[in-house]
Every structure is written in C-alpha cells, then in structure tokens.
C-alpha cells in the first residue's frame, strides 16, 4: 500500500527543499525526495561552493596588493587542494544543515531516484528496492545539469564542467572557457587570478549577453586589464585532444583559428532534468528540455507543478526557493499569493568586478516603448570605494520618464551583489524616482552610489 502525503516534493535543491519546509508549515504532510545531494546543485556544486572558490582567489588577489595599503606580504602563493578542500568543506556543512531543517519541520525526506507512476502516485526506487507515495500534489524541482555541444563533450581531463572545474585534477596553465555567461566568468575570474593564462570564447557579440551593453562593455576592459583574452562573436567548432593538450579550432568572422590549450571549461548553459521521470505519461509538456508550466508553475497536468531550473529562465537559486514557496502557499489555500515575476528577479556574478543586475537594461526598455531617463554614477566619485581601494565600477539606473518608475538597475563593481538588494526591494514596493531620491543613504558608503545614480538620471547628481 502506497504511503499517504499531501505533497510530494521531487528534488531536494533550493526550489524542492524550500518548497517541502514551506507546505509543512502549513501543515501538510510533505515528502522530499533525493536522488544525490540534499542542497542540490545549487549547494554542493554550484552557486555555495563557486563563492567559497571565488573568495580564496579574492584574498589571493589582495595579497598581491598589500603595498597599496601599507602592508607587507612577502612568499605570496596557493595550495589549490586546500582551496578546493575548504570549498567543498563549506558546501558539507550546508548540505547537512538542509536535512537538519527538512527534520526539525518534520518533513519526510527519502533519498533515492523518483518518477511519476500514475495520477498522484510516484514510485521511488532507493538502496532497499522499490516503494510507492502518494499524494494530491506533486512538485518537480529536479534541476538541471550542464548543456554539452557535440565535439565538445567534456571528459573530466581535458575538458571540464563546473563540476570538474570545482575539483580540479590541476591548476590550468593555458585555460579556455567556452561561454561568457554567469558561469563561465566565474571561472574564468577564479583561474585568470590564481595565475592561468586565459581565453574566452563567446557567440554573442559580448560577454555577458543578458546584462545591460554599458555593463559588459565596462566589465570587458576590467577583464583585459587583468590579463583575459576575450573573444567575441566568436564559436569554437571542434576540439582535437592530445596528450596534455587541446587544440581548439574557433571560427572568428568568417576565418578558423587554431589555438592550443592544456584545459577547456564547457559553460554554454544547461538542460532541465526531465529524463526518467515519466512526464509524458502523466501529460506533462516538455520544451527544449524543460517542463511548461503557468505563471503560477502549474503544469498541464492537474496536481502536478514544476518549480525551479526544470521550469525554466531564468536559471537562478532564489527564483526557485521564492517559486517553492508561491507554489507551496497556492496548494495549502493561501490567499493573495503572487507569481514570480522573472523581471524583478536580481542576477549576480561573483567574478571580478562583480556584476549585478535586476529589471529591464536600457536597450530592452526602448525596445518596450518606454520614454526613459537614465542616470549613472562611478566608483572613482564615492569615498567609500576609494578607501577600499576599489575604485572601478559603475551604477546605472534606468526609469519611465512617465511615471518615475525604476524600470532597471544595473551595477558593475565591488560588493554590487549585495548593493543591487537595495533596488530589488524598490522594484517591489513600486518604488519612484522621488521616493529613492528623498531616501537618506549612510555614509560612508558603497550604497551612496545607487542614490546618485538616481539624482544623476534627473539632471541631479551631487558628486559627480
């Protein structure tokens, strides 16, 4: 006889374990399951353990800058195992505290491999054999993995994903990152710091493809600066694997380059998690690898609702866990619950400078037919960041001419990943350029800048 829940949850990342945590609240009877890791990617192979990478190699960076603040630091140099050990010790120590929050709500979490097996049932097959659960309602919050382009399949030795990339079998010496998205610069930002000759290879016409054209031009000429090479419309068509190294054939305007390298890092995006888990079976529709839902993650199949990277863009942590709280309030009855609205949801990129962003960039805003005004202001005119020594960066705001409304914010520099909460919070609370511009900002400090940037798109701006 099948166990008995109100909600099943399938996948125990950032979406499914919130989602689990959050209809227990309620009340409900809520089952987890888990094929690998409670965290999920999120947690144990991606955003957590990239950060605890991304902060060594940070610290490493301002080592070598010690002179400019009056210190000394002499011997300056790494142990790549230890900072892969302190990461992944930093993603343990969540991924126990994830099981130790489903138990202290009471949710029942199953670990093993789950599909769909008739209307409100699912089948969970773990180390003792099979076992059926059902229930009213079921979420699938199963993830999504690495995309890999034929030819460029990655093996682990040569080639990596983020995966191999967070366990490193080397330190790269001569590095090609394929892709300039969130992800790719990451790495290329983590590698390029500890010393890697790096290259770049984007298919757009910039890196950084989603963010406002200023930002990815500013962050660019940082990126140069600091010693990458990036290759704009660009497209690696084949790579030939040697003993140790890679030659890799990419086809700039028109012509193919042959460049040779001893590590390649696939990061050309990601495919949803939809194989094995009878969808079509259960009538729910499927595109391009990810599940089709509405605006509230209600698939075509009643009872069944899909959450998170295997309901697609944008592919983001928090949008997950705040669809897994909209979807477990929609099933416990709430009322006033609200759909995610991917436009007020804030990107950010922990390379160097960081980039930061949430709303519509300029050009979108046009393309929308708003009559806007823009303002913005510089690192190198705020106190705060030049007694960091961080004096390069930029905030740009973007608004309805109309109505005062704050349409973007887009922000390139340090701390901006922090910085950009403060624009997410006005978004939602519908906030308008008078109401920023009345806000008094603290000083001495980086926020300062989101304040002048506003005065700055009405012809107001103080220090700049």
Not at 160 to 187: C, D, N, Q
Not at 286 to 291: A, D, L
Not at 380 to 403: H, Q, R, S, W, Y
Not at 404 to 431: D, F, K, N, S, W
């Amino acid at each position: 006889m099948a166990s008995q829940y109100d909600v099943i949850v399938i996948g125990a990342g950032p979406g499914g374990y919130v989602a689990g945590i959050r209809a227990a609240q309620l009340g409900l009877k809520v089952a987890v399951i888990e094929r690998e890791h409670m965290g999920g990617i999120c947690l144990n192979w991606g955003c957590i353990p990239t950060k605890a990478m991304l902060r060594s190699s940070e610290v490493f960076h301002l080592m070598h800058r010690a002179k400019e603040f009056g210190l000394k630091a002499e011997g300056i140099g790494y142990d790549l195992d230890a900072v892969v050990k302190r990461s992944r010790a930093v993603a343990k120590q969540l991924n126990q505290g994830v099981g130790h929050l489903l138990k202290k709500n009471k949710v029942t979490a199953i670990m093993g491999e789950a599909r769909l097996a008739g209307k409100g049932k699912v089948v969970v097959k773990t180390d003792k054999g099979e076992e059926e659960l059902a229930a009213k309602d079921i979420i699938l919050a199963t993830g999504a993995r690495a995309r890999e382009l034929p030819g460029l399949e990655a093996d682990g030795d040569l080639v990596w994903t983020y995966k191999h990339a967070l366990m490193p079998p080397r330190m790269p010496k001569k590095l090609l990152v394929i892709g300039s998205g969130a992800i790719g610069i990451e790495f290329a930002s983590f590698y390029n710091t500890l010393g890697a000759e790096t290259v770049v290879v984007e298919v757009m016409d910039r890196i950084l493809p989603v963010e406002d054209a200023e930002i990815s031009a500013f962050a660019k000429k940082q990126f140069v600066k600091q010693g990458m090479t990036i290759m704009e419309k660009a497209m690696v068509k084949q790579l030939d694997r040697g003993k140790g190294t890679v030659t890799a054939h990419i086809e700039v305007k028109g012509k193919v380059e042959k460049h040779e390298f001893d590590t390649v890092i696939s990061a050309v995006g990601i495919v949803g998690n939809v194989e094995g888990l009878g969808l079509e079976e259960a009538g729910v529709k499927v595109e391009k690898s990810h599940v089709v839902t509405d605006e509230y993650c209600r698939t075509g199949a009643q009872g069944i609702w899909a959450i998170g990277d295997i309901a697609g863009a944008p592919w983001l942590a928090h949008k997950a866990s705040h669809e897994g709280v909209m979807v477990a309030e929609k099933i416990a009855g709430v009322n006033d619950v609200h759909p995610v609205k991917a436009e007020s949801i804030a990107g950010c990129t922990y390379c160097h400078p960081q980039v930061a962003s949430v709303g519509w960039t300029e050009a979108q805003a046009k393309e929308q037919g708003f009559d806007i005004k823009v303002g913005h202001f510089p690192f190198i005119g705020n106190g705060k960041a030049i007694a960091l020594g961080e004096p390069e960066g930029m905030v740009k705001t973007v608004f309805d001419a109309k109505t005062g409304e704050l349409l973007g914010a887009h922000m390139v520099g340090a701390e901006v990943t922090e910085l950009i909460q403060g624009y997410v919070v006005g978004r939602q609370l519908e906030t308008t350029e008078e109401d920023l511009m009345h806000t008094v900002f603290p000083h001495p400090t980086l926020s300062e800048m989101m304040h002048e940037s506003v005065l700055d798109a009405y012809g107001r701006a103080i220090h700049f």
